[in-house]
């Protein structure tokens, strides 16, 4: 790992004064607001957005797993529709807790690996051009992980602390670039990695209809100045149209939010699609798992039910109960 | 000599980030990363579902295989349980297209959202503008403003959590494991009596 990819380099350096302080001020004081607002919630509002961390194939393995877990075995033991015997319905029942841990395991043993190998690559810029690459802006705890690398005898209150400085002066970096140099995105080992001229435009389209959303009071005038952008007006110069129409709204610091927040969302989009493939090619061998585990757990921990099923005649019967009873099978064994 | 590090990392680049970075090329990808950057929830809803169903489908093929391979099964038999699977497969499905169709819609999620937890974001809200009426020209506290950005943004996020939340939970917890196995029960002793009468037609042409 390049300690260099978080370190703070280029023309930004000579801007930090002023500007520096402006930003990281704004920068912090939204994150402290946010922070405020979120404690403030109800626990039930924090719980729901627990789940918001949970991005991709992941959730997706979770609930169906609770549902195969938890909520099935209850509807195929107490169904009173079924026609099959308690015995043959708990047999059934006990299958689903099996299957939902084994798909937790393999598919979701799978899944991680790859959402972390491909969050690794955002971060150290190994995707080809912008759309998946973080490099410009890391994340903390990637960042956590580089300067603890590099300085071992640092506490976890330190590394934490730098790790932060270091990404709001990305943050900041990154704004200078869109100011200075009317450029978005990063300089990883010497090499440009921005946007075309035609995905900057879309961007500060993007950028606008979010002000608008933000602003509604002054949405009317922030949308006259749209027509400006397919003229080819420098981010420097719309930053200081937008800020005679609001003070307080820096258009660059928006524009670079906002481009972070796309490469977040490319990312989730990315990893959602790669969960679904991985998750797929592993289901034949998760078939395969439970059909040669299930019946040898059903052996070593309920024989009784294990045997009986075994010695019952009307085969047919048992599978059927089985089938209708949500999606189990008779085993082979 | 070559590092068993050395072979990892080949392994990884040739086997894994190669097809990835290829992968992340394809147009499928675009079209994709394009609806989540646009947060258009019904097409993140609407893929988590897909994945499921596509899942289920898959799994649906395996079981009807197995079944038509399992020699625990009658012969004569095979068949009636493996169109048992595909009815059980084909219900799963359609009822989580359901699911989809009717929680996942945005009008439904708005009202929902709302009925759930309009008054618990009223309160939170009122409670700020208290906080922010209260202490005037403190530059260190938030402004008016500050406070409907953070909040839109914070209302925002969780109500798209809900909803994925929600419509994975009415298809995969509730269609799939609730009420399939209850639709499932009287259809298939239907096809068992449709299955019984044929293969008692088959029997007296034998004899």
């Known amino acids: 790992m390049n300690v260099e990819r978080v370190s703070f380099k280029g023309n930004a350096a000579g801007t930090m004064s002023g500007e520096f302080s402006y930003y990281a001020k704004k920068f912090l004081r939204e994150k402290k607001f946010e922070k405020e607002i979120a404690a403030e919630a109800p626990k039930i509002i924090q719980f729901i957005r627990k789940f918001g961390v949970l991005t991709g194939e992941v959730p997706n393995i979770l609930i169906n797993a609770i549902g195969t877990g938890l909520v099935a075995p209850f509807f195929i033991k107490y169904n009173f529709l079924s026609k099959s015997d308690s015995d043959t319905r708990t047999y059934s029942a006990l299958r689903q807790p099996v299957s939902a841990i084994l798909a937790v395991l393999m598919q979701g043993g799978l899944v991680l690996p790859f959402d972390r190998l491909m969050n690794n690559m955002s971060n150290k810029g190994e995707w080809d051009g912008h759309a998946f690459n973080k490099t410009g802006f890391q994340d903390l705890k990637y960042i956590e992980k580089i300067i603890k690398k590099q300085n071992p005898n640092l506490t976890k209150a330190e590394i934490k602390e730098l790790a932060k400085a270091k990404q709001l002066e990305q943050l900041i970096t990154m704004i200078n670039h869109a100011n200075n140099n009317n450029f978005v995105g990063y300089i990883l080992d010497g090499k440009k990695v921005k946007l075309s001229k035609n995905q900057l435009k879309a961007l500060m389209r993007e950028t606008l209809d979010d002000l608008s959303k933000k602003h509604p009071d002054i949405a009317k005038n922030i949308e006259s100045l749209k027509h400006n952008i397919s003229k080819g007006i420098s981010i420097k110069e719309f930053s200081q149209k937008i800020g005679k129409i609001s003070k307080e709204t820096d258009f660059a610091y928006e524009l670079i939010q906002k481009h972070i927040e796309n490469v977040a969302k490319n990312i989730k989009g990315f990893r959602a699609i790669v969960g679904l493939v991985v998750s797929l090619s592993i289901l034949p061998v998760s078939c395969a798992a439970l059909n040669w585990l299930y019946p040898r757990f059903m052996d070593k921990f309920f024989p009784s039910l294990s045997k009986k099923k075994k010695d019952n005649t009307n085969l047919l019967k048992n599978i059927q109960a089985d089938t209708f009873n949500g999606k189990t099978k008779e085993v082979s064994q | 000599m070559i590092s068993v590090s050395k072979i990892m990392n080949t392994t990884v680049n040739y086997g894994l980030k ?140 969780t109500k798209n959590i809900f909803a994925f939340l929600t419509s994975l939970v009415a298809a995969t917890i509730l269609a799939k494991r609730v009420i399939v196995p209850f639709i499932a029960t009287p259809l298939a002793d239907k096809a068992k009596v449709w299955m019984d009468k044929k293969d008692s037609k088959t029997d007296k042409v034998d004899k």
Do not use: W
């Open chain 2, 18 to 157: 190669k097809p990835l970075k290829t992968l992340a090329k394809m147009n499928l990808i675009k079209k994709v990363t394009k609806e989540y950057r646009g947060n258009n929830i019904k097409f993140i809803a609407g893929l988590g579902i897909f994945s499921i169903i596509l899942k289920d489908g898959l799994g649906c093929y395996l079981y009807v295989k197995q079944s038509l391979a399992n020699k625990k099964i009658p012969e004569d038999k095979r068949k009636f349980v493996a169109a048992l699977d595909l009815t059980n497969g084909g219900l799963m499905i359609s009822s989580q297209i359901l699911a989809f169709l009717t929680v996942s819609n945005e009008k439904v999620q708005e009202k929902l959202f709302g009925k759930l937890f309009g008054k618990t974001f009223d309160n939170l809200a009122k409670k700020f503008y208290v906080k922010i009426n209260a202490v005037k020209n403190d530059t260190t506290k938030m402004t008016l403003q500050e406070f409907e950005e953070c909040f839109k943004k914070f209302k925002g996020g």
